[in-house]
C-alpha cells in the first residue's frame, strides 16, 4: 500500500485492537467499545492521509492503482470512502490472521519436539504449510445467511437465518482429518477452510502461502530446535484464535 514504514507498528496495534478490543492488553481505559471506534478512527484517518499524499502524482502502489482504476460496468471510479474502507478490509485480514499461523504451528512442533523432523524435510513445506493453516485456523468463524430453507442433519435452516460456521471446528472434522488433533505436516489438509469457500474466498490466500513460505525456509535456515520457555497467551476475542505471546527457547544452527 506504500504505508509508511515508521507507521506499520502501531498500525498493526490499532489492527489488534480492532479484532480484541476487550484483550487485557489492548483494551482502553474507556472500555472495549471505546477501543473499537478509537482503533477503527485512528485506522481510516491513517489511511485517508496516505491516499491524501497521492494526490497529483501516481506511485505504483495498491493505493494508487485503486485509485486510477474503474467499475467494469462503467459505473466511473472507486470513491474515496471506497477506496479506504477496501485498504482498511486488506490491512485488517493480513495484520491480525496470517501471523497467527506461525505462531500456533511453533507452539505445537515446540510442544511435541516435531519441529526438526519438519525442518529437515523441505518436500514437506507446502504439505507443511497447508496443515499449519488448517491446524492455527485463525478466523475463529464465518456468518452467512442463507438464500433458502436447507435441511443440516436434523436442524432447518430457514431462508434468511444466519448461520455461524465454526473453521476451527470444521478443520478438526475427523471424517476430513484422520487423527484432527495431531499436527502432521506430511497430511493431505488441501480441504481446509482457513480460508473460507465459495465467493468470499479470501482475496489474500495467494500471498499468505507465499509469506509463510518465505517464512518458515527462513526459520529452518536459522534454527535447528525450540523448545517451550512457558505457556502461550492466546488473545482475547471472539473471533480471531491467535497466540499473541510466545516464550520459546531456540537454538540457532
Same mark, same amino acid.
Given at each position: 500500500?506504500?504505508?509508511?514504514?515508521?507507521?506499520?507498528?502501531?498500525l498493526?496495534?490499532?489492527?489488534?485492537?480492532a479484532?480484541?478490543?476487550? %484483550?487485557?492488553?489492548? &483494551?482502553?481505559?474507556?472500555?472495549?467499545?471505546?477501543t473499537?471506534?478509537?482503533?477503527?478512527?485512528?485506522?481510516?484517518?491513517?489511511?485517508?492521509?496516505?491516499?491524501?499524499?497521492?494526490?497529483?502524482?501516481?506511485?505504483?502502489?495498491?493505493? %494508487?492503482?485503486?485509485?486510477?482504476?474503474?467499475?467494469?460496468d462503467?459505473?466511473?471510479?472507486?470513491?474515496?470512502?471506497?477506496?479506504?474502507?477496501?485498504?482498511?478490509?486488506?490491512?485488517?485480514?493480513?495484520?491480525v490472521?496470517?501471523?497467527?499461523?506461525?505462531?500456533?504451528?511453533?507452539?505445537?512442533?515446540a510442544?511435541?519436539?516435531?519441529?526438526? %523432523?519438519?525442518? %529437515?524435510?523441505?518436500?514437506?513445506?507446502?504439505?507443511?504449510?497447508?496443515?499449519?493453516?488448517?491446524?492455527?485456523?485463525?478466523?475463529?468463524?464465518?456468518?452467512?445467511?442463507?438464500?433458502?430453507?436447507?435441511?443440516?442433519?436434523? &436442524?432447518?435452516?430457514?431462508?434468511?437465518?444466519?448461520?455461524?460456521?465454526?473453521?476451527?471446528?470444521?478443520?478438526?472434522?475427523?471424517?476430513?482429518?484422520?487423527?484432527?488433533?495431531?499436527?502432521? &505436516?506430511?497430511?493431505?489438509?488441501?480441504?481446509?477452510?482457513?480460508?473460507? &469457500?465459495?465467493?468470499?474466498?479470501?482475496?489474500?490466500?495467494?500471498? *499468505?502461502r507465499?509469506?509463510?513460505?518465505e517464512?518458515?525456509?527462513?526459520l529452518?535456515?536459522?534454527?535447528?530446535?525450540?523448545?517451550?520457555a512457558?505457556?502461550?497467551?492466546?488473545?482475547?476475542?471472539?473471533?480471531?484464535?491467535?497466540?499473541?505471546?510466545?516464550?520459546? *527457547?531456540?537454538?540457532?544452527?
Open positions: 500500500m506504500g504505508l509508511d514504514r515508521d507507521d506499520w507498528s502501531h498493526t496495534f490499532l489492527t489488534t485492537q479484532v480484541a478490543p476487550d %484483550d487485557p492488553e489492548f &483494551v482502553r481505559p474507556e472500555g472495549a467499545q471505546a473499537l471506534h478509537r482503533a477503527h478512527r485512528e485506522l481510516f484517518a491513517c489511511l485517508q492521509d496516505a491516499m491524501a499524499k497521492r494526490q497529483g502524482g501516481g506511485t505504483g502502489d495498491l493505493i %494508487d492503482v485503486l485509485s486510477t482504476m474503474e467499475f467494469e462503467g459505473a466511473g471510479p472507486l470513491t474515496a470512502g471506497e477506496i479506504v474502507s477496501n485498504c482498511y478490509s486488506l490491512l485488517l485480514g493480513a495484520n490472521t496470517t501471523p497467527h499461523v506461525p505462531n500456533a504451528a511453533l507452539a505445537e512442533l510442544a511435541t519436539g516435531t519441529y526438526a %523432523d519438519w525442518a %529437515d524435510h523441505p518436500e514437506s513445506l507446502d504439505s507443511g504449510i497447508e496443515e499449519a493453516l488448517r491446524w492455527s485456523s485463525p478466523t475463529s468463524h464465518f456468518i452467512r445467511y442463507a438464500t433458502h430453507d436447507v435441511q443440516l442433519g436434523k &436442524v432447518t435452516v430457514r431462508a434468511g437465518e444466519a448461520v455461524a460456521a465454526w473453521i476451527g471446528s470444521a478443520n478438526r472434522d475427523a471424517s476430513v482429518f484422520p487423527d484432527p488433533y495431531t499436527f502432521d &505436516v506430511r497430511r493431505n489438509a488441501q480441504r481446509h477452510l482457513a480460508f473460507g &469457500v465459495g465467493p468470499h474466498f479470501c482475496l489474500g490466500h495467494a500471498l *499468505v507465499i509469506t509463510l513460505e517464512f518458515f525456509q527462513e529452518f535456515a536459522q534454527f535447528e530446535h525450540f523448545e517451550p512457558g505457556e502461550p497467551e492466546h488473545l482475547h476475542s471472539n473471533f480471531i484464535a491467535g497466540i499473541k505471546h510466545l516464550p520459546l *527457547v531456540a537454538t540457532r544452527r
